[in-house]
C-alpha cells in the first residue's frame, strides 16, 4: 500500500512539475512571437499583424520605459486573454496616438505592469506606433480609483491602468492604479530607436 501511495505521490508531482514548465515555455514563447509579430508590423504599417495564427488580437505599439528598463509590446483589445500574454489596448476609448481623445493600455499587476508600482510624476516613456513614429510622453499624475470609473478618458492624454493593491492576497479588487502621461514633445520624434529588454 505505501509503495503505491508514493507512486501515486511521486506522480502526481511530476505532473504538477510538468504543468509548470509547461506554463513558463508558454509564456516565453508567447512573448518571442508578439515581439516577431511587432517588427513584422512596423514592416507593414497598414496591416493588423496577429503573434500567432489563432489570436484574436494585433500588435498596435511598443512601450518603452528607460527609468525601469522596460519595453512592452501592446496588444489590441483588453480582453482577459490577450492581458495574460501582454499589456493591451482598450479599443472603446481612443486610438493610440490621438492627441484628442485619452488612450487607455491595461496591464497586470503581478506581470507586465507590475513596475508601474515604483512609477513617479515625471518619469519619461516612449510609445512607439506602428507607423514608425515616436511619442514621448511623461507622466502628469498617478492615481488610485474605482474600477467604475472612466470620467478621465474624456480628457486627452495616455492611460495606464492595473489592479490595485499590488500585494493583495486576493484578485478581483475594486481598486485600480491609473497613470497618466501626456506628449511631452510637440511633435512625434523620428530616427530614435529603442530596444527590447
Not at 514563447?29 to 509579430?37: F, S
Amino acid at each position: 500500500m505505501k509503495k503505491w501511495l508514493s507512486v501515486g505521490l511521486l506522480i502526481a508531482g511530476l505532473s504538477l512539475f510538468g504543468h509548470g514548465v509547461y506554463m513558463q515555455a508558454k509564456a516565453w514563447l508567447a512573448q518571442v512571437l508578439i515581439e516577431h509579430a511587432w517588427q513584422q508590423a512596423l514592416a507593414e504599417p497598414g496591416k493588423k499583424v496577429k503573434p500567432w495564427f489563432y489570436a484574436d488580437s494585433f500588435v498596435t505599439a511598443q512601450l518603452y520605459f528607460p527609468s525601469h528598463n522596460k519595453t512592452l509590446s501592446v496588444l489590441g483589445g483588453a480582453s482577459g486573454r490577450n492581458l495574460a500574454f501582454a499589456p493591451s489596448h482598450f479599443l472603446p476609448a481612443g486610438e493610440l496616438g490621438n492627441r484628442q481623445k485619452g488612450a487607455l493600455i491595461a496591464g497586470h499587476n503581478d506581470t507586465h505592469f507590475a513596475f508601474l508600482q515604483h512609477a513617479k510624476v515625471g518619469n519619461q516613456f516612449t510609445m512607439q506606433l506602428q507607423s514608425g513614429d515616436l511619442q514621448q510622453y511623461k507622466v502628469t499624475a498617478i492615481d488610485i480609483i474605482h474600477q467604475s470609473q472612466h470620467d478621465f478618458l474624456r480628457t486627452p492624454g495616455l492611460y495606464l491602468l492595473t489592479c490595485y493593491p499590488f500585494d493583495a492576497l486576493a484578485s478581483g479588487t475594486d481598486l485600480r492604479l491609473l497613470v497618466s502621461a501626456e506628449i511631452s514633445s510637440p511633435d512625434s520624434l523620428s530616427g530614435i530607436s529603442t530596444t527590447s529588454s
